[in-house]
């Protein structure tokens, strides 16, 4: 009896197992650590757990503004307004430097569809080939569109390295520079393009395929599985950093490997303490972390 007696103390002094951590818990040791403002935005859109961190904080984008564009692009293609096909010439004066390929590697008069210069832009967050579809769709449109949306704080100032020419909100070019977004609204805008509701159903898949060529892989994906799928776009200046998109997170129980679960990841930082052009840049390796946390956070669901 007595023998009966310590076991159950001891059972109920020691639980079986602790508690898993939320997500909140296992990010805060990140966030904290970083030098320079972050805002985060995660929703697993199958069972709708999500966290934010400053999520209504309205933050610099770098080229992440690119994905408003290509959203505009699609829906004026889907109202005739535009036609993807059109070729565009490109000038010695669109050439730009920073990102992207077409300005060192393209001579000048070379031919692209629209839509190639919107894959462009996102596979390569192309800084040229941004400018010319902008030039074609007009960056008041743009943001036009993004109100609609219900994300008015997303919002593309000008033309990228040509602010002197083309910048339509002064104000928000000299504090925000080329665009401006909350990580919410990111979030929001990824959630609309995985259910369709962005632009058409057509438009929308195509968009999903152009973010998930984007070939940026220093930031969420660094430290997942090679094989993993994410449809993103990502951005960088000197203090800046951005990553969000899409993660599909493979079932490793399904022998097919056809499950996924979709999850949006959005990471903002601005004004980091280190600004260096390295890989191991402090605020990539921080999305680095968050990416992994996240990904190894999503529970593995049982095959039927």
């Known amino acids: ?34 030098k320079g403002k972050i805002a985060i935005a995660v929703k697993n859109l199958t069972t709708g757990e999500a966290f934010e961190h400053n999520p209504d904080e309205v933050m610099q984008t ?6 408003a564009v290509m959203v505009e692009a699609y829906r004026q293609a889907d109202e005739k307004t535009i036609d993807l096909t059109k070729m565009m010439t490109l000038a010695k004066d669109d050439k730009v430097p920073g990102a992207g390929i077409l300005t060192d590697h393209f001579s000048d008069g070379a031919t692209l569809s629209i839509r190639d210069g919107i894959r462009l832009m996102i596979r390569y967050s192309d800084n040229t080939a941004t400018n010319m579809v902008l030039d074609r769709i007009g960056i008041k449109n743009v943001n036009s569109n993004t109100v609609k949306l219900g994300i008015p704080e997303t919002r593309v100032n000008s033309k990228v390295y040509k602010r002197s020419s ?38 929308c898949k195509a968009m999903i395929a152009h973010l998930k060529a984007n070939d940026d892989k220093e930031l969420l994906v660094r430290y997942l599985p090679e094989n993993t799928v994410m449809a993103h776009k990502s951005g960088a200046t000197n203090q800046v950093r951005t990553d969000a998109g899409i993660l599909y997170i493979p079932d490793t129980t399904d022998t097919a490997k056809k499950r996924k679960t979709p999850v949006i990841v959005v990471v903002l930082t601005n004004e980091n303490e280190d600004q260096r052009w390295i890989l191991d840049n402090a605020a990539q390796l921080t ?15 049982k095959s039927p």
């Open 166 to 203: 083309s910048t339509v909100d002064v104000a928000r070019s000299e504090k925000y520079q080329l665009g401006s977004t909350t990580a919410k609204e990111t979030l929001k805008l990824f959630e609309l393009i995985h259910t369709e509701k962005a632009a058409s159903v057509e438009s």
């Open 287 to 301: 999305i680095a972390k968050i990416g992994k946390v996240v990904y190894d956070h999503v529970p593995t669901k």
């Open 62 to 67: 770098a080229s992440l503004i690119k994905l």
């Open 1 to 34: 009896m007595r023998l009966f007696v310590a076991v159950l103390a001891f059972a109920i002094a020691v639980p079986l197992s602790a508690a898993e951590p939320t997500l909140a818990e296992k990010l805060k040791p990140i966030i904290d650590a970083h």
